[in-house]
């Protein structure tokens, strides 16, 4: 098997000359404007069902030349949809690199298990494709940096996967706010619930015949196998996930943010616990998060377990100002006066009033993601989240976990940097596998 160490210092060489020199808008006159865009799929589980139905919704745009996966079983399952939806059988991969290699690929997309995000991301851009990752856009701050600095290296476009930036009725409905609908916006209170179940405590046994397990190990250190692990549950063990922060924090901290305009806070500040269940599980169950700024707030409110709504819905964002507020969630918004009295709305036809998906109808907002990114590669189009705006959203998520796991109040600068806390500095970046340490040359 090809090393990283080896792989990467021959895509870097060749990519390097051609990315500096390569605009979006120059690259569409390479591929020529009927062209469509190649796309590969990394990871195809869980999250690769929405890339499949937005390449298939954008089809006369894109088309998948590529499926990649370290599981066999689950591998096939996808390419076998992809057949169906796509009218034509991507090439399997098992591993990434060989991905990398190709030159029929364009683009590819990223929904591995967290701890992959930034490393694959960073090679790819290394070898001249585009990205687009799905959020977290990293495992760790220091990857998140690596990231953006990857990405002006190699001037290839990388988008992160908080699609609600494409939805069309955020993007209205936060525009108003900014344009001063509400006054002046000074907090906003963000949520998600849900009612997971305990994931038990795991037993070493045989890796499954179909899984290359040192392979999606990757540049995490070595461990054993555990019957609890993979596909899904690696979302609840700190080596490989990020929590539910990360899991689904991100999508509803990042509208709170575009809605305030607020970038890095003065203060991050968490409380919870693991509440319900003594297992495996290395997060928390429940979790209050407060973001301070000079004259603003967010707050996170995470429910992995009793599942209550807030404002009716499992998950959303309430922007309070001083002239009334809004509520935004995927299903649409609600406006209200200074009497709680509801002024505007809107509802996306065929929507339920509580909004989980983001694949209904018209404004199926995964499928506007998809094509805003192929648009910046045809004809230059603007990215709606670019790696460099999504990544704010993530580290200050990664900096609530920090500040949950040792408890204490974080200090940041004006560039979101942790201050006066040396444990928690050092826990902004993650000890990696030999040879799979993550590098921008």
Not at 1 to 28: C, E, I, N, P, W
Not at 147 to 159: V, W
Not at 320 to 333: C, F, K, M, Q
Request: charged share 25%; hydrophobic share 35%.
């Amino acid at each position: 098997m090809l090393s990283r160490r080896d792989f990467v210092g021959s895509v870097a060489a060749g990519a390097a000359g051609l990315a500096v020199s390569t605009s979006a808008k120059s690259y569409a006159q390479i591929m020529g404007a009927n062209e469509r865009v190649n796309f590969a799929v990394i990871g195809t589980n869980s999250r690769a069902g929405a890339h499949l139905s937005a390449l298939h919704n954008n089809q006369k745009d894109a088309r998948l030349a590529y499926a990649c996966d370290v599981d066999s079983t689950i591998l096939d399952k996808f390419t076998g949809h992809a057949t169906k939806a796509m009218g034509d059988a991507p090439k399997q991969q098992k591993d990434f690199r060989k991905v990398l290699e190709s030159k029929d690929v364009d683009v590819i997309t990223i929904a591995t298990p967290d701890h992959w995000h930034a490393p694959i991301a960073i090679l790819g851009l290394a070898a001249g494709k585009h990205v687009y990752v799905e959020k977290p856009c990293s495992h760790n701050p220091e990857e998140g940096l690596m990231l953006i600095a990857a990405q002006k290296r190699y001037g290839k476009l990388c988008q992160m996967g908080s699609q609600q930036r494409s939805s069309p009725h955020s993007i209205e409905i936060v525009g108003k706010i900014h344009d001063g609908l509400i006054g002046r916006a000074y907090w906003a209170e963000t949520w998600y619930a849900n009612r997971r179940e305990p994931i038990g405590i795991g037993k070493v046994v045989a890796v499954p015949a179909t899984l290359d397990w040192d392979l999606w190990q990757g540049p995490a250190p070595r461990t054993d196998y555990k019957d609890n692990i993979h596909p899904y549950n690696w979302h609840w063990i700190k080596r490989w996930g990020t929590g539910e922060t990360l899991n689904n924090g991100t999508h509803e901290v990042d509208v709170a943010r575009w809605a305030l305009g607020a970038e890095y806070p003065k203060s991050v500040t968490a409380t919870g616990g693991r509440y319900v269940a003594k297992d495996d599980w290395e997060f928390y169950d429940t979790l209050d998060t407060t973001f301070e700024y000079p004259d603003q707030m967010i707050t996170w409110k995470c429910d992995c377990s009793s599942g209550k709504t807030t404002y009716n819905r499992d998950r959303g964002v309430m922007v309070h100002g001083t002239e009334g507020s809004v509520l935004i969630d995927r299903a649409g918004y609600e406006v209200y006066d200074r009497k709680d009295k509801m002024t505007a709305s809107y509802r996306v036809p065929g929507h339920a009033a509580t909004a989980s998906t983001d694949t209904v109808g018209a404004d199926s907002m995964t499928d506007a993601h998809f094509l805003n990114l192929i648009n910046a590669i045809r004809v230059g189009e603007k990215l709606r989240q670019p790696i460099a705006q999504g990544n704010v959203a993530v580290t200050i998520l990664q900096y609530s976990n920090i500040a949950y796991f040792t408890g204490r109040k974080l200090n940041l600068d004006a560039a979101g940097k942790i201050v006066g806390d040396r444990e928690a500095e050092a826990m902004t970046r993650r000890t990696y596998e030999k040879g799979w340490e993550p590098r921008v040359s």
